[in-house]
C-alpha cells in the first residue's frame, strides 16, 4: 500500500504523540513508589521521605488494630493511601483546599506530607480521622448523613472521654450544611465557625456512643448501608427519635 505523504505525516505525528504520552506515563510511575503491607496500599511520591512512610504505616497499623480490638471493625479490601510530598500536587489531586491536611474521598485516602502535618502536630489525628471516614463509608455504602460521619470521625480520632457540651450546639441540619465542601458549591466557611462545628458533632457523637453504645450506632450504620431509613433505624435500635436525641443533648445537665 503506497501511503500519502498526508497520511504519513498522521502517522509520524501520532507516534510523536504516542512516545510523549507514554513518556508522561514513565515519568508519572517514576515520580512515585508503592509499599505494600495489607490492607494497606501506600502510594508515595518519590519526595516522601522513606521513614515519613513507614510512620505513616505504622501509625495506620496501630489504629486499625485498636479499631479492631475495641469495637471489631475492620475494613473491607485493600485501601488506597496516597502521600503527597507538595501541597499544591494535593490540592490539585483532590481538588481540595489546602487547609485539609488529608481526605477521605474516592475511597481512598489523601494524606499532605507527614513531615508538615507532624510539625503541626495533627498526623495522627488526620490518619486515624480518614481511616474513620473510611470504615463508615464502607458500612453505610456512602449513606451517613455528614454531621454523624464527622462526628464520629472527629470523637474516634481525638477524644473518646467525657465531653461538656460545647457553648453554641448547633443542629444536624446546620452541621450538614456546613460540611459540605465540594468545591464547586463555592460556599466559604470560617474557621471558627467549622471548629464551632466540628465541637457539636462530636458531641453529638460522643452522647449516642456512650449512651447506646457504638455496636447499637454501627446497627444504624449498617442499616444506611442496606438503604434503611436513617431516622426509621435510629427509633428501632435507639428507642428514640432523632429529633429526642437532639434534643436531648440540647438540655444542659
Ligand atoms: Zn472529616
Same mark, same amino acid.
Given at each position: 500500500?503506497?501511503?500519502?505523504?498526508? *497520511?504519513?505525516?498522521?502517522?509520524?505525528?501520532?507516534?510523536?504523540?504516542?512516545?510523549?504520552?507514554?513518556?508522561?506515563?514513565?515519568?508519572?510511575?517514576?515520580? *512515585?513508589?508503592?509499599?505494600? !503491607?495489607? /490492607?494497606?496500599?501506600?502510594?508515595?511520591?518519590?519526595?516522601?521521605?522513606?521513614? *515519613?512512610?513507614?510512620?505513616?504505616?505504622?501509625?495506620?497499623?496501630? +489504629?486499625?488494630?485498636?479499631?479492631?480490638?475495641?469495637?471489631?471493625?475492620? /475494613?473491607?479490601?485493600?485501601?488506597?493511601?496516597?502521600?503527597?510530598?507538595?501541597?499544591?500536587?494535593?490540592?490539585?489531586?483532590?481538588?481540595?483546599?489546602?487547609?485539609?491536611?488529608?481526605?477521605?474521598?474516592?475511597?481512598?485516602? +489523601?494524606?499532605? *506530607?507527614?513531615?508538615?502535618?507532624?510539625?503541626?502536630?495533627?498526623?495522627?489525628?488526620?490518619?486515624?480521622?480518614? +481511616?474513620?471516614?473510611?470504615?463508615?463509608?464502607?458500612?453505610?455504602?456512602?449513606?451517613?448523613?455528614?454531621?454523624?460521619? #464527622?462526628?464520629?470521625?472527629?470523637?474516634? !480520632? #481525638?477524644?473518646?472521654?467525657?465531653?461538656?457540651? /460545647?457553648?453554641?450546639?448547633?443542629?444536624?441540619?446546620?452541621?450538614?450544611?456546613?460540611?459540605?465542601?465540594?468545591?464547586?458549591?463555592?460556599?466559604?466557611?470560617? !474557621?471558627?465557625?467549622?471548629?464551632?462545628?466540628?465541637?457539636?458533632?462530636?458531641?453529638?457523637?460522643?452522647?449516642?456512643?456512650?449512651? +447506646?453504645?457504638?455496636?447499637?450506632?454501627?446497627?444504624?450504620?449498617?442499616?444506611?448501608?442496606?438503604?434503611?431509613?436513617?431516622?426509621?433505624?435510629?427509633?428501632?435500635?435507639?428507642?428514640? !427519635?432523632?429529633?429526642?436525641?437532639?434534643?436531648?443533648?440540647?438540655?444542659?445537665?
Amino acid at each position: 500500500m503506497i501511503m500519502s505523504h498526508a *497520511s504519513s505525516t498522521f502517522l509520524t505525528l501520532l507516534f510523536c504523540l504516542g512516545l510523549s504520552l507514554f513518556a508522561d506515563a514513565e515519568a508519572n510511575d517514576s515520580r *512515585s513508589r508503592q509499599v505494600h !503491607s495489607p /490492607p494497606f496500599l501506600i502510594i508515595a511520591d518519590r519526595a516522601v521521605r522513606q521513614t *515519613s512512610i513507614e510512620s505513616v504505616t505504622n501509625i495506620l497499623h496501630h +489504629y486499625r488494630k485498636q479499631v479492631k480490638e475495641e469495637w471489631g471493625w475492620t /475494613p473491607h479490601g485493600e485501601v488506597f493511601v496516597h502521600i503527597f510530598s507538595e501541597t499544591w500536587h494535593y490540592c490539585q489531586e483532590t481538588g481540595q483546599p489546602w487547609e485539609f491536611g488529608g481526605i477521605y474521598q474516592d475511597q481512598r485516602l +489523601y494524606l499532605q *506530607s507527614p513531615e508538615l502535618l507532624e510539625k503541626r502536630g495533627r498526623l495522627k489525628e488526620i490518619i486515624v480521622h480518614e +481511616y474513620i471516614h473510611l470504615l463508615i463509608d464502607q458500612e453505610t455504602s456512602g449513606n451517613c448523613p455528614l454531621w454523624l460521619n #464527622e462526628g464520629l470521625a472527629v470523637f474516634i !480520632s #481525638e477524644h473518646r472521654g467525657d465531653l461538656a457540651p /460545647p457553648d453554641l450546639l448547633m443542629t444536624p441540619t446546620c452541621l450538614d450544611s456546613l460540611f459540605i465542601r465540594e468545591p464547586e458549591s463555592g460556599e466559604i466557611v470560617s !474557621s471558627s465557625d467549622l471548629k464551632q462545628a466540628y465541637l457539636s458533632a462530636q458531641y453529638y457523637a460522643a452522647q449516642l456512643v456512650q449512651r +447506646y453504645g457504638i455496636q447499637n450506632v454501627r446497627k444504624i450504620l449498617s442499616n444506611l448501608g442496606k438503604d434503611i431509613e436513617f431516622d426509621a433505624s435510629f427509633q428501632h435500635f435507639l428507642g428514640q !427519635s432523632v429529633e429526642e436525641f437532639i434534643n436531648s443533648c440540647q438540655k444542659r445537665p
